[in-house]
C-alpha cells in the first residue's frame, strides 16, 4: 500500500522560502505514469493545486504559482520536495502531497506564514 507522509516547518517568516518534503512508501516515485502532487487548502477555502512532478521528473505548476514554485524531487530517497518563495501569509494553509490518479493522500501539514 503507497503512503505518503509529509515534512517540513510548520511555521514561515514572510519574505522567506517554505520547504516541505513528502516521503513516499510502498511504490515508487519513478513508476510510470505516476504524478506527484502537492495540494493545500487555506483556512475557509477550497484546495488549490500547486503544481505536480511526473515519474519523468516533469514539473508542473499552477500558472497563480509558478513564479514562486519549485518541485523537484531525490530518486534515491522516494522524496519530492515543493519550494515556495517569498511567501506572505496568504500562504498560509494546510499543505498535502498526494498521486491524485490513484488517490493517495498525505495527512497534511499546517504552514503558518508569520513574523
Known amino acids: 500500500q503507497v503512503q505518503l507522509q509529509e515534512s517540513g516547518p510548520g511555521l514561515v517568516k514572510p519574505s522567506q522560502t517554505l520547504s516541505l518534503t513528502c516521503t513516499v512508501s510502498?511504490?515508487?516515485?519513478?513508476?510510470?505514469?505516476?504524478?506527484w502532487t502537492w495540494i493545500r487548502q487555506p483556512p475557509g477555502r477550497g484546495m488549490e493545486w500547486i503544481g505536480n512532478i511526473h515519474y519523468s521528473g516533469s514539473p508542473n505548476y499552477s500558472p497563480f504559482l509558478k513564479s514562486r514554485t519549485s518541485i523537484s524531487r531525490d530518486t534515491s530517497k522516494n522524496q519530492f520536495t515543493l519550494q515556495l518563495s517569498s511567501v506572505t501569509p496568504e500562504d498560509t494553509a494546510v499543505y498535502y502531497c498526494?498521486?491524485?490518479?490513484?488517490?493517495?493522500w498525505g495527512q497534511g501539514t499546517q504552514v503558518t506564514v508569520s513574523s
Open positions: 498526494a498521486n491524485l490518479e490513484y488517490n493517495y
Open positions: 510502498g511504490g515508487s516515485i519513478t513508476t510510470n505514469d505516476y504524478a
